[in-house]
């Protein structure tokens, strides 16, 4: 399906007549309000224009990926139940040092998701 795309159109106004346009139209962007001023209610919905993914966004998710597969993370998971179900012998602090690294990697997931504007399960 092909897009059609939008057309310009440039709108030369004095300085007073602009201040006038920006105070009406308060929190509004202005090409809305100067649209709904024009067309009414003819004016229709406008598509929310597509989110691109910035490079941000893939080193991001390939982060995440990586913390999904990688060996040491499944090893550290292994560790983390032997530990709880007492067949890895470990001492307090090793407990807590297993928990505050399994909340650290749970904390990461969760700005990776929130950065990639997704919601975490």
């Given at each position: 399906?092909?897009?059609?795309?939008?057309?310009?159109?440039?709108?030369?106004?004095?300085?007073?007549?602009?201040?006038?346009?920006?105070?009406?139209?308060?929190?509004?962007?202005?090409?809305?309000?100067?649209?709904?001023?024009?067309?009414?209610?003819?004016?229709?919905?406008?598509?929310?224009?597509?989110r691109?993914?910035?490079l941000?966004?893939?080193?991001?998710?390939?982060?995440?990926?990586?913390?999904?597969?990688?060996?040491?993370?499944?090893?550290?998971?292994?560790?983390?139940?032997?530990?709880?179900?007492?067949?890895?012998?470990?001492?307090?602090?090793?407990?807590?040092?297993?928990?505050?690294?399994?909340?650290?990697?749970?904390?990461?997931?969760?700005?990776?998701?929130?950065?990639?504007?997704?919601?975490?399960?």
């Amino acid at each position: 399906m092909s897009r059609t795309s939008d057309h310009r159109i440039t709108l030369r106004l004095k300085p007073e007549e602009h201040a006038r346009i920006v105070a009406l139209a308060g929190d509004v962007p202005l090409s809305a309000f100067i649209r709904e001023a024009a067309l009414g209610d003819a004016s229709g919905k406008r598509a929310k224009p597509q989110r691109r993914v910035r490079l941000e966004d893939k080193a991001a998710a390939a982060i995440l990926a990586r913390l999904g597969t990688h060996q040491l993370v499944r090893e550290f998971r292994q560790a983390a139940r032997a530990a709880e179900n007492g067949v890895l012998d470990a001492d307090a602090a090793q407990l807590a040092k297993i928990d505050e690294a399994h909340v650290l990697l749970r904390d990461i997931r969760a700005i990776l998701m929130d950065a990639l504007g997704r919601r975490g399960s």
